[in-house]
Structures are given as C-alpha cells and as structure tokens.
C-alpha cells in the first residue's frame, strides 16, 4: 500500500502566506482591494490534520467538490473546534443528490443547469431555508466543461431569480487547463463581461460574485475581477487521489 503522507503544517502555512500575498499582488496590479478577494482553500483528498494546519495559519473558507466528502468533514471539523469554517460546496451535484447540498454551506459555487437550481430550491425551501449559489457558466465552451451556456443564462435568469429556495450571488467558472496561466484571461474576462451584461438586464438580482481561478491561473482570475479564488495544491501540495 502506498504511504500516505502527513501533512506538513509548517510548509501548509507558507504555502498559505505565498498564496495570499500572491492574490494582494494580483490585486494591486489591477488597482482592485485585496479584502475583495476572498481565499477559498480547496481541502478535497486532504485529511483532517491538513485542513486543521490550515485553520490554525489564519484560513476560513474551505471548498469542497463532492458531498459524500463534504460532510463527514463538515462533521469532523466542528468536532475537533474548527468552529468558524465557512465550507463551500464547488463541485458539480448529482440531480438527485440536491437534498444533500441543502446544509450549513455559506456558497455553492456548482449550480449548472436549471434543473439543478429547480431540484435545489424545491429541497431547501422543503427545509425551511434559502440556499446562496453561483450559477456555473461553460464560458470556454469545452464538451466537457459543465455549467450553462451564456446566451441560455441570459434567457434564463428571471426564471432562476423566482426560485425561492436559492439566492443567485454571481457567476462561476473553470478555465481550461492551460500550459500558459496567461491563455485563460479570455475565459475569466468573458465571464465578468456576461457577469455585466447580466447586471445590467437583471438588476434586481445580486450578480456580485465572481468565483473564477485555481492553482494554476488564480493571478490571472484576480487581475481579470475574482471575489472568490478556488485554490487546492499550491496550498496543500499535490493531490494523491
Ligand atoms: C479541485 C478544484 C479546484 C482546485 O484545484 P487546484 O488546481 O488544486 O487549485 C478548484 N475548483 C474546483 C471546482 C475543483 O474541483
């Protein structure tokens, strides 16, 4: 059996340091305040002990991508203190695992079609509660990327904007996997340009969020509007699983 590595708490924390003044100085080449951009440590794959080095560098905001993972730790945190963990949901759900993403998640940054928004809001508003989401957007236009497309998004957003077990908060995408970070500014621009166009045809609901940008391109994400980077290995080192 291959040895699983323990984490290394020292090295969780400067990697935390070398992140965070990576974003300020994203941030700051594009005139933006640093405070705009909040840190989403993504834990999927990495233990408890790597998640509780983190906490104790400073870091809130954990994302996970599937729900089987999601809650156990959601459980395991709050037993070991992790108290003030804010988790966000940011992978793709299953239509019917939607009763498992009505939980205590400050974001899901995942919602990908409408079916999805309908399933979710029928099951949080079933709980008594309104969830806060992001409306992925296939921004590259890649088969294998989820999310909706822009032109159906604009056709679509006053019938999300009724469902009243969610709130939209902004927009969501992934780039490419691209060698070269600098090849995914179109991406991460056409989704705040939609992220605009949308404001302005439906100013009634909050477009504010821009969750855009991981490991290999989260600068770029920053310069181009991120509030909300997704960021796994360069904190936690690569993934084995
Ligand atoms: C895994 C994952 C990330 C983080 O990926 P890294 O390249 O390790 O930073 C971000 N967003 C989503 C949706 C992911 O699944």
């Known amino acids: 059996m291959p040895e699983v590595p323990q984490p290394d708490p020292r090295r969780i924390a400067e990697n935390l340091a070398q992140v965070r003044a990576r974003i300020a100085a994203a941030a700051a080449r594009a ?25 104790a560098a400073g870091q809130r905001d954990f994302g996970e991508n599937r729900l089987e993972e999601l809650w156990p730790k959601v459980e395991m ?35 990908d079609r409408m079916k999805i928004a309908a399933r979710l809001s029928r099951d949080a508003e079933a709980a008594g509660r309104v ?21 159906a998004l604009m056709a679509e957003a006053a019938a999300l904007a009724d469902l009243r077990g ?29 992220r605009d166009a949308l404001a302005a045809a439906y100013p009634a609901i909050d477009w504010r969020q821009l969750s855009m940008g991981m490991t290999n391109d989260f600068e770029v994400a920053v310069e181009e509007g991120a509030t909300l980077v997704r960021v796994g290995s360069a904190i936690f080192g690569q993934r084995m699983a």
């Open 77 to 111: 945190a709050a037993q070991a203190g992790l108290g003030e963990i804010r988790w966000h949901l940011i992978g793709t759900i299953q239509s019917r695992k939607t009763p498992q993403a009505v939980g205590p998640f400050v974001l899901i940054h995942s919602v």
């Open 31 to 55: 005139g933006r305040d640093q405070a705009a951009v909040t840190l989403v440590a993504v834990s999927k794959t990495q233990p408890l002990a790597a998640i509780e080095a983190a906490y």
């Open 166 to 194: 969610i709130q939209v908060q902004g927009l969501m995408t992934m780039a490419p996997l691209e060698v070269e970070a600098e090849a995914t500014r179109p991406v991460f621009r056409g989704l705040r340009q939609l």
């Open 131 to 151: 969830m806060r989401v992001l409306l992925e957007v296939n921004i590259s236009g890649e088969a294998s990327k989820h999310g909706f497309a822009p032109a």
